[in-house]
Nanobody, 116 residues
Framework: QVQLVESGGGLVQPGGSLTLSCVAS????????MGWYRQAPGKQRELVAR???????IYADSMKGRFTISRANAKNTLSLQMNSLNPEDTARYYC??????????WGQGTQVTVSS
């Protein structure tokens, strides 16, 4: 059973930064892709950013230029650097891992609140 554990969320003021981390219980080399998603109250879960095993990344339009996704393979860690945060970024952020042909693995999420 694969476990993904997110951390790094918290309360931040508008314009601030946070770095989220997701530690996997197995080598992240085994994932074909990993990503960050978020879900705000009353809204559907949406893609934030995704990165493939060969390092190709995609971002939701509203995150481009502000967020950076990265993989630290030796540490089995997926990270999300978030800059210029605004209240609309308030949500619970989830890490996922995809192995093609298998169910997607999800973490429990970490809460990010952007407020003055």
């Amino acid at each position: 059973q694969v476990q993904l554990v997110e951390s790094g969320g918290g309360l931040v003021q508008p314009g601030g930064s946070l770095t989220l981390s997701c530690v996997a219980s197995r080598s992240i080399f085994s994932f074909d892709a990993m990503g960050w998603y978020r879900q705000a109250p009353g809204k559907q879960r949406e893609l934030v950013a995704r990165i493939t095993s060969d390092g190709r990344s995609i971002y939701a339009d509203s995150m481009k230029g502000r967020f950076t996704i990265s993989r630290a393979n030796a540490k089995n860690t997926l990270s999300l650097q978030m800059n210029s945060l605004n209240p609309e970024d308030t949500a619970r952020y989830y890490c996922n891992g995809e192995i093609f042909g298998s169910p997607t693995y999800w973490g429990q999420g970490t809460q990010v609140t952007v407020s003055s």
